[in-house]
T-cell receptor, first 111, second 115 residues
Framework: QKEVEQNSGPLSVPEGAIASLNCTYS??????FFWYRQYSGKSPELIMF????GDKEDGRFTAQLNKASQYVSLLIRDSQPSDSATYLC???????????FGTGTRLTVIP | KAGVTQTPRYLIKTRGQQVTLSCSPI?????VSWYQQTPGQGLQFLFE???????NKGNFPGRFSGRQFSNSRSEMNVSTLELGDSALYLC??????????????FGPGTRLTVL
């Protein structure tokens, strides 16, 4: 079983819609959860992180964490064509600083 | 504040050679982690340095090594290059290493091609 699993997509949504990206993790000792965005040919860019159960909002982005279900999600409201990228879910275990990454979900926002 | 910088940005080497990559973290950041990104394996952790000491290591052969200097700058070295080492090598810095909300910020990466 992989440490972090994501649906590779591609996920296509129309401009202005809500994009929903999902991630599951296997280690219950995981402590912090991160979402990165990576444009083609570029390095990952941190969008937001979450470590408490529930929702965390930052502008058009909302991260949701359910530790009982070992599930993390990212909602992007009012999706824009500039949001088209690969979204990487990353997990950090308690006591370690390295991140375990999912394979990423490719999102395309159609104008 | 300047971001993470990595040099060189692109490298072409041949099998059997060795290579050294450099990373300068964000000012004030003391932890540097290295990752390898390939289309087949995705992003994989190589190692982490904090206060000039390797704190954690991923599942990579001994050909991959690194170090950190007193100013937190870090280098990684790959010896006896193989074709499969072709990848984007990413450096990430964070302020420290033992806090729950410890964000890691990535540099632009070094694209290594082994011929």
């Amino acid at each position: 079983q992989k440490e972090v699993e994501q649906n590779s997509g591609p996920l296509s949504v129309p401009e202005g819609a809500i994009a929903s990206l999902n991630c599951t993790y296997s280690d219950r000792g995981s402590q912090s959860f991160f979402w990165y965005r990576q444009y083609s040919g570029k390095s990952p860019e941190l969008i937001m992180f979450i470590y408490s159960n529930g929702d965390k909002e930052d502008g058009r982005f909302t991260a949701q964490l359910n530790k009982a279900s070992q599930y993390v999600s990212l909602l992007i409201r009012d999706s824009q064509p500039s949001d088209s990228a690969t979204y990487l879910c990353a997990v950090r275990r308690t006591g370690a600083n390295n991140l375990f990454f999912g394979t990423g979900t490719r999102l395309t926002v159609i104008p | 504040k300047a971001g993470v910088t990595q040099t060189p940005r692109y490298l072409i080497k041949t099998r059997g050679q060795q290579v050294t990559l450099s990373c300068s973290p964000i000012s004030g950041h003391r932890s540097v982690s290295w990752y390898q990104q390939t289309p087949g394996q995705g992003l994989q952790f190589l190692f982490e340095y904090f206060s000039e000491t390797q704190r954690n290591k991923g599942n990579f052969p001994g050909r991959f090594s690194g170090r950190q200097f007193s100013n937190s700058r870090s280098e990684m070295n790959v010896s006896t290059l193989e074709l499969g080492d072709s990848a984007l090598y990413l450096c990430a810095s964070s302020i420290t290493r033992d806090t729950t909300a410890n964000e890691q910020f990535f540099g632009p990466g070094t694209r290594l091609t082994v011929l």
